[in-house]
């Protein structure tokens, strides 16, 4: 696994924790823009009908 790999590198432990914090925000970020889409289409829907 790539996550496990990134972990278990010897990096400072700084940088890790930036790469742990950047994923969270992306995964996050995807889940809004996901929730967002959704609603907006089911308006849209809901408008035609």
Known sequence: MILLDIFSSPIAS?????ILIVCILIGLGA????IDARSTFNKAKKKNH
Request: neutral net charge; charged residues 0%; proline residues 0%.
């Open 31 to 34: 889940g809004i823009s996901a």
């Open 14 to 18: 700084g940088a890790q924790l930036f």
